[in-house]
């Protein structure tokens, strides 16, 4: 088969996916109109424009400006339900979803409501398709840690019924200057309370950000972690730990982590045999969901199939799934 072809015929699965980062302008204007949102931009094809980043930072503040027309359970079913339908097409059979509470508590959404709404649209995936997935809350890292421990407080009387997808905590947002050590103790907190822990770091941020999500963060997956790179005994650390990086290529083009797809990392730091995987990040910001972050970087980078193969194995191996589930998988 030709490679478009053969990337869609790979079972895969996806662990790095901001679910407010799948909002696409299209339902980002229908839900404005509906909930009487005002935005600061006239049409479709005017916000689609403005998607034109120079840095993380400058994708955030549209990020969270968008995020502003979320308000009811429904509108975050909807969504929700609209990546689903992404991860059909691509191929897609189990998703670690992100969302970030406090984008909505600080405009008066109820956190039960940001919960609700995710999880009818999975639990029904699940049960109609037998979609898999699980939920990861994750803090703002712009954010104070006290802040944080008042999102966790929150979130905690829910835990009893979301028992079924909720497994873990993260840690996103703008990475420069919020370094990992400033969450340490509601990391220590969200560990004993038994989450699967992870966190962005090395995406603008140095390798020292990476060694302290895992030295003093205690995570099991570095999101994003291109970074590494720069730090050969960190790099040695990684692979000998098999500590998976959840890779965003399109991610990293957009804003400006790589400047083209062909100077990318993602296969020198397969082939010094880090446990590597491909994904999305924010598809409707950054111009393609799995499939299409696959054929940049395969094409970009002259992957061969057994790379891409590894790759999509790899996203089971790094998935929370229990053991007996990845089986299934692979
Ligand atoms: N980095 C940091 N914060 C984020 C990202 C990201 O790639 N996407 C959504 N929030
Ligand atoms: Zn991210």
Redesign the pocket.
């Known amino acids: 088969p030709d490679l478009q072809s053969f990337i869609e015929g790979l079972p895969k699965a996806e662990l790095h996916l901001?679910i407010?980062?799948t909002l696409e302008p299209e339902l980002l204007f229908a839900l404005a109109q509906r909930n009487q949102v005002k935005l600061a931009y006239a049409t479709i094809e005017e916000l689609r424009a403005a998607y034109d980043f120079s840095d993380?930072q400058s994708?955030?503040d549209l990020?969270y400006a968008g995020a502003a027309v979320l308000q009811t359970e429904q509108d975050f079913y909807e969504m929700t339900a609209a990546y689903i339908f992404h991860c059909q097409s691509d191929n897609v059979r189990h998703a670690e979803i992100?969302f970030?509470p406090q984008t909505h508590t600080e405009r008066g959404i109820g956190i039960d409501v940001v919960f609700a709404g995710i999880a009818r649209a999975l639990r029904e995936a699940r049960d109609t398709q037998g979609f898999s997935s699980a939920m990861i809350m994750s803090f703002l890292r712009h954010l104070s840690e006290e802040e944080a421990f008042a999102t966790l407080e929150a979130a905690l009387p829910l835990r009893e019924q979301y028992q079924d997808l909720w497994i873990g905590i993260g840690l996103?947002?703008?990475?420069r200057g919020n370094p990992p050590e400033k969450f340490a103790k509601v990391f220590d907190r969200c560990r004993q309370l038994g989450f699967r822990l992870v966190a962005?770091a090395g995406?603008e941020g140095p390798p020292a950000y990476v060694r302290d999500a895992l030295d003093v963060l205690h995570v099991e997956r570095i999101?994003?972690g291109v970074r590494s790179e720069e730090d050969p005994a960190l790099m040695a650390r990684l692979a000998k730990q098999r500590t998976p990086l959840t890779v965003?290529p399109l991610?990293n083009l957009k804003?400006c982590v790589v400047n083209n797809m062909a100077d990318h990392n993602l296969a020198r730091l397969l082939h010094a045999g880090l446990t590597v995987t491909i994904n999305s990040?924010?598809p409707a910001y950054f111009g393609g969901y799995m499939n299409a972050n696959y054929l940049a970087v395969a094409t970009a980078l002259r992957l061969s199939r057994v790379d891409i193969i590894a790759l999509t194995r790899n996203s089971f191996e790094a998935s929370f799934l229990p053991e007996a589930d990845k089986q299934r998988f692979l």
Request: net charge negative; hydrophobic share 25%.
């Open positions: 901001h407010e980062g993380l994708f955030l990020y992100f970030d996103d947002s703008a990475e962005h995406e999101d994003h965003c991610s804003l990040d924010d």
